[in-house]
């Protein structure tokens, strides 16, 4: 009320808000003043806060900037105002350099490689139905590594708690669920899922990726993350179409990015308590097979996702 020139609004025209929020013009810099001391003062206020969710939800509505059209450069509102958003989070940065920030949100052109300067992690969308999250990372990771993709186990899909599990984890790996409602199997397989993921989230989050079956030619997705020295790899396998038949993988999975003259254990991740996979057990296989021949996940419609860990014979 007291600075309604800080609001991007035409003069002329009422402000429309959005979720009770309204736009600041970040190409004023007043306003990026006003921006950071309010995170600085949260910080300040809160010497124990430990991760800022920066959210971009509000759409920019009867776009006009009083400071600019005052500076004769009314064209420049979308070109400033970035930039005048990178000025706040420059000076967020120099104070607070190790503190982790998730851009929320992150869609629709509000992720970019100059923001990945100052966020630790993107929100690719708020739609964590796990299916159509496949084939979002599937693309997200064209363009972004994986340790920026936060990917949430939520509510959200038909699928088991599993698939949505193997599908968050080919990235960041979170949650957004209400524990106490789980069963107690689901309860012990999440927990010995996250004890899983840490042991290879370096790879994921590190290591090259591999595109090995895309979903939008076959019935599955697979993709695998491998270390610098080829002695780590998991490989991720999600059923993606069940309308044409009922086994997806009739024939192996060619692997990639591993040393031919390697031999491997591939070990299945993330089985239900008590469960027993339908893989070889303790089964060695040469690089070079793995590369030429492949390995048979074997999704099904009763295995709808198989993570697989694959690691150097002897170590």
């Known amino acids: 009320e007291q600075h309604r020139d800080w609001v991007?609004?035409?003069?002329?025209?009422?402000?429309?808000?959005?979720?009770?929020?309204l736009v600041l013009d970040l190409a004023n810099p007043e306003v990026q003043d006003f921006?950071?001391?309010?995170?600085?003062?949260?910080?300040?206020k809160n010497p124990d806060l430990a991760f800022i969710k920066w959210d971009?939800?509000?759409?920019?509505?009867?776009?006009?900037?009083?400071?600019?059209?005052k500076q004769g450069t009314p064209a420049n509102l979308y070109v400033d105002y970035v930039r005048g958003l990178y000025?706040?989070?420059?000076?967020?940065?120099?104070?607070?350099?190790?503190?982790?920030?998730?851009?929320?949100?992150?869609?629709g052109g509000r992720a970019d490689y100059e923001l990945l300067k100052y966020f630790t992690e993107f929100w690719p969308s708020d739609d964590t139905e796990?299916?159509?999250?496949?084939?979002?990372?599937?693309?997200?990771?064209?363009?972004?590594?994986?340790?920026v993709s936060d990917n949430h186990v939520t509510d959200w899909g038909k699928q088991p708690l599993k698939y949505r599990l193997d599908v968050a984890s080919m990235g960041k790996l979170g949650f957004d669920i209400v524990f106490s409602k789980l069963s107690d199997q689901d309860k012990a397989f999440a927990q010995q899922a996250v004890r899983a993921y840490e042991g290879f989230k370096d790879?994921?989050?590190?290591?090259?990726q591999y595109r090995l079956a895309s979903p939008y030619e076959q019935d599955i997705a697979a993709l695998l993350y491998v270390n610098a020295d080829q002695s780590h790899a998991?490989?991720?396998?999600?059923?993606?179409n069940t309308r044409q038949k009922n086994t997806a993988t009739p024939r192996p999975v060619r692997l990639a990015g591993l040393d031919p003259h390697k031999r491997y254990r591939i070990k299945e991740l993330n089985l239900y308590p008590g469960a027993t996979s339908t893989l070889p057990p303790d089964q060695v296989y040469s690089g070079d097979f793995l590369l030429k021949v492949g390995f048979n996940p074997d999704v099904t419609l009763s295995r709808t996702s198989v993570v697989l860990d694959v690691t150097e014979a002897g170590r």
């Not at 790879?203 to 090259?208: I, T």
């Open 130 to 147: 796990p299916l159509e999250r496949i084939f979002m990372q599937w693309n997200y990771s064209y363009f972004f590594p994986a340790i």
């Open 35 to 44: 921006v950071y001391g309010v995170v600085d003062g949260l910080f300040t």
């Open 87 to 107: 000025r706040v989070l420059t000076r967020l940065r120099a104070k607070y350099p190790k503190v982790p920030m998730m851009l929320c949100s992150g869609g």
């Open 203 to 208: 790879v994921v989050w590190h290591g090259e």
């Open 8 to 21: 991007l609004r035409q003069p002329e025209r009422p402000e429309i808000y959005f979720r009770n929020q």
């Open 56 to 69: 971009c939800n509000a759409p920019v509505h009867n776009a006009y900037s009083s400071y600019l059209t």
């Open 234 to 240: 998991v490989v991720f396998n999600y059923l993606t």
